[in-house]
């Protein structure tokens, strides 16, 4: 196997194509797992260090002699940090703690069930002054199946929650047994419930303010608790526009597990109170029974809700299956393009894991921009080559994961550096993220 901890990475910022009139430079670079970077009020950038390749979480400050760790022990993944009123918030599995001016770290929710396939997401604050962030579910599509072994075990009871109560259909999915010592067995496994226990028609499972696939909201101290909407399989990035309206990046379902949906695409959402969004019986606005969701070869989806909590809302946007959408930005500087314009970051899939097998779809590894208004998706920073820079042996981007502007101008795009998602373990090269600066000509 190729040892990425030896890998260097090619930087060629020419071999990326931009509309006319920007220009794209190297800020940073030598960068292990940057997933997000965010600027204190003096104009300092910190830097988030997911900490997958380390097994600890990192804080770091841009410095002129390059990246210093401020704080760090924080558990991996770290999915990103904010500075708000001289505290700085990170967000990492199953918890959000906060930095204090003098150093010190103090926990102000833990908890959080980001145990399983996804995580608690980084904070952001509202014009009512209260902290958001987004919950990810525990599983692919509402089942504990075999494509949760990296964590079935040390979590044997695991499963996801629903926001409010909900009937079931009673659907159960017969699967090996993982948790049995003899060889061959197999167990049948209902939605919402531990692996290996079955469900019946009519049977109501309780709602849980710590909801999967959620928004939740609390005071800036982490008390207050509460559930503000559901119904998301992954909402990555939150943020609100100048309009005070709160937007969310929502990753589509994947083509694996006991209950695999095809062509799911990634949403963009206007997120409002007491909204559900459809997970996991919907996807992109659509039912999981559309033929158009099939998987090859597989069960067509049926729905594990036996009534839903409302018809969900339609995606402000939706992309492609895979792209895998991440951070993004709102433009508020008319000289650098459309005011309110949106630039997200689309990470690239995780294929084969996540496609059913297939070979990587020719989608991701770029920045877009979105008109909030018409739904309109437009590329805006891409390789030539439209792959990955890795794919091609090329020196462009490589898995951007956040998109920041700051105050002068100016673009910032994370990249999050050379991944592969072999099996069961992630590997991701250290010393080769990267931040990107574009500006306008």
């Not at 194509?17 to 910190?46: C, S």
């Not at 401020?70 to 999915?79: M, N, R």
């Not at 895979?322 to 630039?343: K, L, Q, R, Y």
């Given at each position: 196997?190729?040892?990425?901890?030896?890998?260097?990475?090619?930087?060629?910022?020419?071999?990326?194509?931009?509309?006319?009139?920007?220009?794209?430079?190297?800020?940073?670079?030598?960068?292990?797992?940057?997933?997000?970077?965010?600027?204190?009020?003096?104009?300092?950038?910190?830097?988030?260090?997911?900490?997958?390749?380390?097994?600890?979480?990192?804080?770091?400050?841009?410095?002129?002699?390059?990246?210093?760790?401020?704080?760090?022990?924080?558990?991996?993944?770290?999915?990103?940090?904010?500075?708000?009123?001289?505290?700085?918030?990170v967000a990492h599995r199953g918890s959000i703690t906060i930095i204090k001016p003098d150093g010190s770290k103090q926990d102000i929710l833990t908890g959080l069930p980001s145990f399983g396939d996804h995580h608690n997401n980084r904070v952001i604050f509202g014009p009512d002054g209260k902290m958001y962030f987004g919950q990810g579910t525990?599983?692919?599509?509402?089942?504990?199946?075999?494509?949760?072994?990296?964590?079935?075990?040390?979590?044997?009871?695991?499963?996801?929650?629903?926001?409010?109560?909900?009937?079931?259909?009673?659907?159960?999915?017969?699967?090996?047994?993982?948790?049995?010592?003899?060889?061959?067995?197999?167990?049948?496994?209902?939605?919402?419930?531990?692996?290996?226990?079955?469900?019946?028609?009519?049977?109501?499972?309780?709602?849980?303010?710590?909801?999967?696939?959620?928004?939740?909201?609390?005071?800036?101290?982490?008390?207050?608790?509460?559930?503000?909407?559901?119904?998301?399989?992954?909402?990555?990035?939150?943020?609100?526009?100048?309009?005070?309206?709160?937007?969310?990046?929502?990753?589509?379902?994947?083509?694996?597990?006991?209950?695999?949906?095809?062509?799911?695409?990634?949403?963009?959402?206007?997120?409002?109170?007491?909204?559900?969004?459809?997970?996991?019986?919907?996807?992109?606005?659509?039912?999981?029974?559309?033929?158009?969701?099939?998987?090859?070869?597989?069960?067509?989806?049926?729905?594990?809700?036996?009534?839903?909590?409302?018809?969900?809302?339609?995606?402000?946007?939706?992309?492609?299956?895979?792209?895998?959408?991440?951070?993004?930005?709102?433009?508020?500087?008319?000289?650098?393009?459309?005011?309110?314009?949106?630039?997200?970051?689309?990470?690239?899939?995780?294929?084969?894991?996540?496609?059913?097998?297939?070979?990587?779809?020719?989608?991701?590894?770029?920045?877009?921009?979105?008109?909030?208004?018409?739904?309109?998706?437009?590329?805006?920073?891409?390789?030539?080559?439209?792959?990955?820079?890795?794919?091609?042996?090329g020196g462009g981007l490589e898995r951007p994961i956040d998109v920041t502007f700051g105050k002068q101008n100016e673009m910032f795009i994370t990249d999050f550096g050379i991944f592969k998602p072999p099996g069961k373990k992630i590997y991701a090269a250290p010393n080769t993220g990267v931040v990107w600066k574009v500006t306008k000509l």
């Amino acid at each position: 196997m190729e040892r990425l901890d030896r890998i260097d990475r090619i930087l060629k910022p020419e071999d990326i194509l931009l509309p006319t009139g920007y220009k794209i430079e190297v800020f940073a670079e030598k960068l292990t797992t940057p997933i997000n970077l965010t600027f204190t009020d003096q104009g300092e950038m910190l830097i988030a260090d997911a900490g997958i390749t380390t097994n600890n979480g990192k804080v770091l400050i841009l410095t002129s002699t390059g990246a210093r760790v401020i704080a760090e022990g924080f558990k991996p993944p770290l999915t990103g940090i904010t500075f708000y009123k001289g505290n700085i918030y990170v967000a990492h599995r199953g918890s959000i703690t906060i930095i204090k001016p003098d150093g010190s770290k103090q926990d102000i929710l833990t908890g959080l069930p980001s145990f399983g396939d996804h995580h608690n997401n980084r904070v952001i604050f509202g014009p009512d002054g209260k902290m958001y962030f987004g919950q990810g579910t525990v599983t692919n599509s509402g089942v504990v199946g075999e494509d949760n072994s990296r964590w079935i075990t040390e979590h044997p009871f695991g499963h996801d929650y629903p926001g409010s109560y909900i009937p079931l259909t009673g659907k159960n999915f017969k699967t090996k047994n993982l948790l049995s010592e003899t060889a061959n067995t197999q167990t049948w496994t209902g939605a919402y419930s531990p692996f290996g226990t079955p469900t019946h028609r009519g049977e109501f499972i309780r709602g849980m303010v710590k909801a999967s696939g959620s928004i939740l909201r609390a005071n800036p101290d982490g008390s207050q608790l509460e559930l503000f909407s559901w119904g998301l399989r992954n909402p990555f990035r939150l943020k609100f526009d100048r309009k005070n309206r709160l937007f969310c990046g929502n990753h589509g379902i994947d083509v694996r597990g006991s209950r695999p949906v095809d062509n799911s695409p990634d949403e963009f959402q206007w997120i409002r109170k007491g909204m559900w969004y459809g997970w996991p019986d919907y996807t992109g606005g659509h039912p999981v029974t559309n033929p158009y969701f099939k998987p090859e070869g597989k069960p067509q989806p049926s729905f594990l809700f036996a009534q839903h909590p409302m018809k969900p809302p339609k995606p402000v946007a939706t992309f492609a299956s895979h792209s895998a959408i991440m951070g993004f930005d709102f433009n508020n500087d008319s000289s650098f393009g459309p005011i309110d314009e949106v630039f997200i970051a689309e990470f690239g899939s995780e294929a084969p894991d996540t496609t059913g097998g297939k070979p990587a779809p020719r989608v991701g590894h770029r920045v877009s921009r979105i008109n909030t208004e018409t739904g309109k998706i437009a590329t805006f920073a891409i390789n030539k080559t439209g792959l990955s820079a890795t794919a091609t042996g090329g020196g462009g981007l490589e898995r951007p994961i956040d998109v920041t502007f700051g105050k002068q101008n100016e673009m910032f795009i994370t990249d999050f550096g050379i991944f592969k998602p072999p099996g069961k373990k992630i590997y991701a090269a250290p010393n080769t993220g990267v931040v990107w600066k574009v500006t306008k000509l």
